[in-house]
């Protein structure tokens, strides 16, 4: 490894900070992660274990979103990243005021918003959701007779829509990444690899998703490449996510699942932009400049606190309740 691990284990050691990872973040921050005694994992563990962690300091890499979402669950911890500028096409496509404007026109629906957005949207929800838990609580509510309100990503909504027959209204947002992934191209890489099975997160078009062997968090997803008899997996989601794949599977092949073809117009291919700003010497850099702080304001903090916590306690009691 090029970075001194040494020199930030003492300053984390020193400063009682733990690093808390993103699965997208590049192989040498999930290294050092996994190596300190942080952690690598979906967007709903990471909000789990920055706030069940008692370390002072939650060092989150990976996009504003996750930061944000650690500083709400643990108001009196500190919370840094490596870059603040990290952001995420869902979070962008969903300003607050147009949100607050949609959500007035359907005052009878449950507001139900995925984790990849702002405090302030957070805020104005019923439940948050990520992608790892949106189709139990979307189920949970249809079966109790309520419509919903979804926002921002309209491919999992509408992945969850088809699944649950719920009554859902969608905002219109996408992630640039995975709103690539091109159903046509995977049908002809399948047919050159018959024996692979495709994996796809459910930020991806429905068209890619009704092809898929599994679809699921980044979790879910990496669960799958180690339970499952293939030895080769078309996968649709960040590219970041194969050094987990490979380091918990290395003898399984891992293609990614094409973002080129007839129409295709990629510029993300397989990797966010986002994620990718985050880097090791940033790390570094946390202790020691300024402007890698996530401040928020407290009442913001008290209303979007409600339904992240609603989530983590739905995922504690009722899901483990089901197993
Ligand atoms: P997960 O919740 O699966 O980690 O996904 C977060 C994300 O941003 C995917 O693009
Ligand atoms: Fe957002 Fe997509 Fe990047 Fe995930 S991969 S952080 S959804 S832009």
Same mark, same amino acid.
């Given at each position: 490894?090029?970075?001194?691990?040494?020199?930030?284990?003492?300053?984390?050691?020193?400063?009682?900070?733990?690093?808390?990872?993103?699965?997208?973040?590049?192989?040498?921050?999930?290294?050092?992660?996994?190596?300190?005694?942080?952690?690598?994992?979906?967007?709903?563990?990471?909000?789990?274990?920055?706030?069940?962690?008692?370390?002072?300091?939650?060092?989150?890499?990976?996009?504003?979103?996750?930061?944000?979402?650690?500083?709400?669950?643990?108001?009196?911890?500190?919370?840094?990243?490596?870059?603040?500028?990290?952001?995420?096409?869902?979070?962008?496509?969903?300003?607050?005021?147009?949100?607050?404007?949609?959500?007035?026109?359907?005052?009878?629906?449950?507001?139900?918003?995925?984790?990849?957005?702002?405090?302030?949207?957070?805020?104005?929800?019923?439940?948050?959701?990520?992608?790892?838990?949106?189709?139990?609580?979307?189920?949970?509510? =249809?079966?109790?007779?309520?419509?919903?309100?979804?926002?921002?990503?309209?491919?999992?909504?509408?992945?969850?829509? =088809?699944?649950?027959? /719920?009554?859902?209204?969608?905002?219109?947002?996408?992630?640039?990444?995975?709103?690539?992934?091109?159903?046509?191209?995977?049908?002809?890489?399948? /047919?050159?690899?018959?024996?692979?099975?495709?994996?796809?997160?459910?930020?991806?078009?429905?068209?890619?998703?009704?092809?898929?062997?599994?679809?699921?968090?980044?979790? =879910?997803?990496?669960?799958?490449?180690?339970?499952?008899?293939?030895?080769?997996?078309?996968?649709?989601?960040?590219?970041?996510?194969?050094?987990?794949?490979?380091?918990?599977?290395?003898?399984?092949?891992?293609?990614?699942?094409?973002?080129?073809?007839?129409? /295709?117009?990629?510029?993300?291919?397989?990797?966010?932009?986002?994620?990718?700003?985050?880097?090791?010497?940033?790390?570094?850099?946390?202790?020691?400049?300024?402007? =890698?702080?996530?401040?928020?304001?407290?009442?913001?903090?008290?209303?979007?606190?409600?339904?992240?916590?609603?989530?983590?306690?739905?995922?504690?009691?009722?899901?483990?309740?089901?197993?």
């Amino acid at each position: 490894m090029m970075v001194n691990q040494s020199s930030i284990q003492t300053l984390l050691s020193k400063e009682q900070a733990i690093l808390i990872a993103h699965y997208y973040v590049n192989a040498e921050i999930q290294q050092l992660a996994q190596d300190t005694g942080g952690i690598v994992a979906d967007s709903l563990e990471m909000a789990r274990f920055g706030a069940e962690h008692p370390a002072k300091t939650l060092i989150v890499c990976g996009v504003r979103f996750m930061g944000e979402t650690a500083k709400i669950l643990s108001p009196d911890k500190r919370v840094l990243m490596p870059t603040l500028e990290a952001t995420c096409s869902l979070d962008e496509g969903c300003p607050s005021d147009d949100f607050k404007t949609w959500k007035s026109h359907h005052p009878d629906r449950t507001v139900v918003v995925y984790a990849n957005t702002s405090a302030a949207i957070k805020a104005q929800a019923d439940w948050v959701v990520t992608s790892s838990i949106a189709l139990e609580v979307v189920q949970h509510l =249809h079966e109790r007779g309520q419509s919903i309100l979804w926002a921002p990503d309209q491919h999992l909504g509408r992945y969850v829509q =088809h699944k649950t027959g /719920a009554d859902m209204k969608l905002w219109e947002g996408e992630c640039i990444v995975h709103r690539e992934f091109q159903a046509q191209s995977l049908i002809d890489l399948k /047919a050159r690899h018959p024996e692979a099975a495709i994996l796809v997160h459910p930020e991806s078009p429905l068209n890619v998703i009704e092809l898929a062997d599994v679809v699921g968090s980044t979790q =879910h997803l990496l669960s799958a490449v180690q339970s499952r008899s293939e030895k080769i997996f078309i996968v649709a989601t960040d590219q970041g996510l194969f050094y987990a794949m490979q380091a918990a599977a290395p003898d399984k092949q891992l293609i990614l699942a094409p973002t080129t073809g007839r129409h /295709a117009t990629c510029q993300a291919c397989g990797s966010c932009p986002w994620m990718q700003m985050n880097s090791v010497e940033k790390i570094e850099e946390v202790f020691n400049q300024p402007g =890698h702080e996530i401040y928020l304001d407290e009442a913001l903090i008290d209303r979007a606190s409600r339904p992240l916590a609603r989530m983590l306690s739905f995922k504690n009691n009722y899901l483990n309740r089901q197993l």
